[in-house]
């Protein structure tokens, strides 16, 4: 009788488990996305409006990228002191309203803190509420499978939204849609945040227990720790290496609408098509790279995403003699959405240790972050004054650069473990 309610008891608790990863992935199909996915098609349609530079709109991509680095470190130690459904709701509502906020914008300035705004509030509801609250809700088993569709739901909102916002923006404008779509994402967040946003009651999960814990820490490669790992000098060329790569990562994902728009012309529905055409192989991406990372390793997975991101640009820079190519893009540029997404965390623990891996987690993603703020502005400076030609070929050299030192880095301190295990 006893285990018959412990079962029952443990099946009541899976599905509340999982109902919160659905919610997870509701919040990230539809805030989330429309916050972050959909942005890059709204940018040559803003500097026609207002007559901005591609480089200085281009700059709100780079405060955002900037507004998270600085405050991840901060809001991090909130969520153990603040309710989490006041921070989803605060979160939420900072991301909506900069967005509506962006209808009501005439200058730079005005976009450029609004989309610092708007950062601030996706990482409070996202970037670090989302995996807060499935530690909470998976704290022994399960955690990383949950995490993985609850953020597959952006790649999931992102298939539709590319294509309805397209066609809003070439029926209706810039202005009409930010509005429209930014009440949409308050509209839809807002009561799923205040009816189901909640940590896991007394008894409602697994509790870690102390041996269950020091289990965990003794359990694969230890490592040096953060202090000892910052002294090695392959530390620096993989995170220099990686801040590179960044620059490319932030090109393709804020120029490609804008190369297709407005340099190869191609109509409002084929954009949104290539949108959703990445959108779903980022999920086929998301999966198929976890995979990888644990069958056949960190050095062999990123080689291969050096591949993806070199065809997805010689595929941009060919697409202009022949447009079919811009599919290309989207398929290859969508597999190597790990390389973003789950390879920093695994490649910090899987190549420097688990020892301070936290640490040297955020050293990697502080210098990626700097990268990232700096690709947008980069490619928009060399269009506006020699094309986008060039600087697509300026981010295939990053590319090669970016990853022969990140490569090169993974497999000289993958050597230098070893000697020491010897």
Not at 19 to 38: E, G, L, R, T
Not at 177 to 204: D, M, N, Q
Not at 350 to 360: A, L, Y
């Amino acid at each position: 009788m006893i285990n018959q309610e412990l079962s029952t008891n443990n099946k009541i608790n899976n599905k509340k488990k999982y109902f919160m990863v659905f919610i997870c992935m509701f919040m990230q199909a539809v805030p989330y996305s429309i916050a972050q996915n959909i942005q890059p098609l709204f940018v040559p349609y803003v500097i026609k409006q207002f007559g901005f530079s591609l480089a200085g709109f281009s700059l709100i991509f780079t405060c955002g990228a900037i507004a998270s680095a600085i405050f991840s470190p901060l809001l991090g130690n909130v969520f153990e002191k603040v309710n989490i459904k006041i921070l989803f709701l605060v979160g939420a509502t900072l991301s909506a309203v900069g967005f509506i906020g962006f209808g009501f914008s005439h200058n730079l300035a005005q976009f450029y803190a609004l989309a610092a705004m708007q950062k601030v509030g996706c990482l409070l509801f996202s970037g670090i509420g989302v995996p807060y609250l499935i530690n909470h809700w998976f704290p022994k088993e399960g955690r990383g499978k949950a995490l993985g569709i609850a953020f597959s739901g952006g790649s999931i909102g992102n298939v539709f939204l590319q294509q309805i916002t397209s066609q809003m923006l070439a029926s209706r404008g810039a202005t009409y849609s930010y509005i429209f779509l930014g009440v949409v994402a308050l509209a839809c967040s807002l009561p799923i945040v205040l009816i189901f946003i909640r940590l896991p009651k007394t008894g409602e999960v697994e509790v870690v227990e102390e041996n269950d814990a020091e289990e965990v820490q003794t359990g694969g490669f230890e490592g040096l720790g953060a202090k000892a790992t910052k002294q090695n000098k392959y530390f620096w060329l993989f995170s220099i290496g990686y801040s590179i790569i960044a620059i490319t990562i932030s090109a393709l994902s804020t120029q490609y609408a804008t190369y297709f728009t407005g340099e190869l012309g191609l109509s409002a529905t084929l954009v949104g098509t290539l949108g959703s055409v990445f959108a779903a192989f980022c999920l086929i991406g998301n999966v198929s790279g976890g995979a990888l990372f644990d069958k056949i390793g960190t050095l062999k997975t990123m080689t291969i995403s050096m591949v993806l991101q070199c065809i997805a640009i010689v595929a941009l820079i060919f697409c202009s003699k022949m447009h079919g190519l811009a599919f290309l893009f989207s398929i290859a540029y969508g597999l190597n959405v790990y390389s973003y997404m789950s390879a920093p965390a695994f490649m910090a623990t899987d190549v420097f240790g688990k020892k301070e891996s936290g640490i040297i987690f955020g050293t990697i993603c502080l210098l990626f972050a700097l990268g990232y703020a700096f690709g947008s502005t980069l490619v928009g400076m060399i269009v506006d004054n020699i094309g986008f030609g060039p600087a697509w070929i300026v981010m295939l050299v990053c590319v090669v650069v970016g990853y022969a030192m990140l490569l090169t880095s993974i497999k000289k301190v993958k050597g230098q473990y070893a000697e020491m295990e010897m």
